[in-house]
Nanobody
Framework: QVQLVESGGGLVQAGGSLRLSCAASGRTFSSSYDMGWFRQAPGKEREFVATINRSGGSTSYADSAKGRFTISRDNAKNTVYLQMNSLKPEDTAVYYC????????????????WGQGTQVTVSS
């Protein structure tokens, strides 16, 4: 079992940056879970943003995030990050982190553990 708590969301102007954090409970976090970030805008389905494997050595991004977002993790702190640069109004959404014990995935249905989400609003 793992519990996830996101933070770092807020209101930012277009072109600005935010860093989201996802703090995970559990002593075996680093060896047990691959992690993902997803987002959900009003009226839209939850969509994949980025994923990172348990060691932090491999990452994957949605096309919308490539070149602007960076996912990373600090296993000593049981924390996963999403650095978001050059933000656009279309990035406005609730951002969720998720954990998966069986390998990384871009499919939200493969993740069994979710945080409560953090709101990101980008003004034009």
């Amino acid at each position: 079992q793992v519990q996830l708590v996101e933070s770092g969301g807020g209101l930012v102007q277009a072109g600005g940056s935010l860093r989201l954090s996802c703090a995970a409970s559990g002593r075996t976090f680093s060896s047990s879970y691959d992690m993902g970030w997803f987002r959900q805008a009003p009226g839209k389905e939850r969509e994949f943003v980025a994923t990172i494997n348990r060691s932090g050595g491999s990452t994957s991004y949605a096309d919308s995030a490539k070149g602007r977002f960076t996912i990373s993790r600090d296993n000593a702190k049981n924390t996963v990050y999403l650095q978001m640069n050059s933000l656009k109004p279309e990035d406005t959404a609730v951002y969720y982190c998720a954990a998966r014990p069986l390998g990384w995935s871009t499919n939200r249905y493969d993740y069994g553990y979710w945080g409560q989400g953090t709101q990101v609003t980008v003004s034009s």
